[in-house]
C-alpha cells in the first residue's frame, strides 16, 4: 500500500529558526515522484518542488531546501531562517507512475512562524 | 496570479442538486488536475487530464465525473450532492503531465 506520512501535525517557531518539516513514504513502486505544496493562510495551493524517485541529489531554492533519501523513504523540508511568510500549511504527496497514476497526500504540517 | 482560472469562487447548493465547476487552464498547459479539500478528508486529488484524456484518477466518486475540452479548458460535475461534498475544489494546470502544477483560486462549495 502507498502512504504519506507527516508525523508533524504543527511546529511553531521563533522568527530566523531553521525548521525541518518531515515527511515519510511507503511504496513499493520503484517510479515515482515526490512533491512538496505550501496552503498560506489565504487559502491557495502553492506548488515547490518535484523529485524523481531517480534523483536522489539534494536542492536549495533560497531559504528552501529538500532532502531526499530513498534509503529511509524520506523527503524532508527544511526552511532556513524562516520568516512571518512561511506560516502555512505544507502538504508533501506521493505521486506513482507507474500502471496506473496515483496521487497520495499527507496530512499536512502547519508552521507557525512567531515575530 | 498562477494563470489559472475557476469558476464561479463560491456556490451555494441543496443536497440532491447538480453544479458543474469550469477551469481554465495557463495558456500552452496541456494537463488539468482537479482536487478536493475538506475537513474531513483533508487534501485528495480527483483527476487528471492531458490534452483531452483522462491520465489518472484518484478518489473520485462515481456521482462526479470530468472532462477536458479540445480548447483544454476543463469541468468538473458534481451531481446527486450531498452534505458532504461541501468543500474546497481546486483546479491546477501544468505543461506537461508531472511538471510544476499552478493552481487557481478554488471553487468554494457549499451544500446544504
Known amino acids: 500500500a502507498q502512504k504519506v506520512t507527516q508525523a508533524q501535525t504543527e511546529i511553531s517557531v521563533v522568527e530566523k529558526e531553521d525548521v525541518t518539516l518531515d515527511c515519510v513514504y511507503e511504496?513499493?513502486?520503484?517510479?515515482?515522484?515526490l512533491f512538496w505544496y505550501k496552503q498560506p493562510p489565504s487559502g491557495e495551493l502553492v506548488f515547490l518542488i518535484r523529485?524523481?524517485?531517480?534523483?536522489?541529489q539534494n536542492e536549495i531554492s533560497g531559504r528552501y531546501s529538500w532532502n531526499f533519501q530513498k534509503s529511509t523513504s524520506s523527503f524532508n523540508f527544511t526552511i532556513t531562517a524562516s520568516q512571518v511568510v512561511d506560516s502555512a500549511v505544507y502538504f508533501c504527496?506521493?505521486?506513482?507512475?507507474?500502471?496506473?497514476?496515483?496521487?497520495?497526500f499527507g496530512t499536512g504540517t502547519r508552521l507557525k512562524v512567531l515575530a | 496570479d498562477s494563470g489559472v482560472t475557476q469558476t464561479p469562487k463560491h456556490l451555494i447548493t441543496a443536497t440532491g442538486q447538480r453544479v458543474t465547476l469550469r477551469c481554465s487552464p495557463r495558456?500552452?498547459?496541456?494537463?488539468v488536475y482537479w482536487y478536493q479539500q475538506s475537513l474531513d478528508q483533508g487534501l485528495q486529488f480527483l483527476i487528471q487530464?492531458?490534452?483531452?484524456?483522462?491520465?489518472a484518477k484518484g478518489n473520485i466518486l462515481e456521482r462526479f465525473s470530468a472532462q477536458q475540452f479540445p480548447d483544454l479548458h476543463s469541468e468538473l460535475n458534481l451531481s446527486s450532492l450531498e452534505l458532504g461534498d461541501s468543500a474546497l475544489y481546486f483546479c491546477?494546470?501544468?505543461?506537461?503531465?508531472?511538471?510544476?502544477?499552478?493552481f487557481g483560486p478554488g471553487t468554494r462549495l457549499t451544500v446544504l
Open positions: 523529485r524523481n524517485s531517480f534523483d536522489e
Open positions: 487530464y492531458y490534452n483531452g484524456e483522462e491520465r
Open positions: 491546477a494546470s501544468s505543461p506537461g503531465q508531472q511538471n510544476e502544477q499552478f
Open positions: 511504496t513499493r513502486d520503484t517510479t515515482y515522484y
Open positions: 495558456s500552452g498547459d496541456l494537463s
Open positions: 504527496a506521493l505521486i506513482i507512475t507507474s500502471g496506473t497514476y496515483k496521487y497520495i
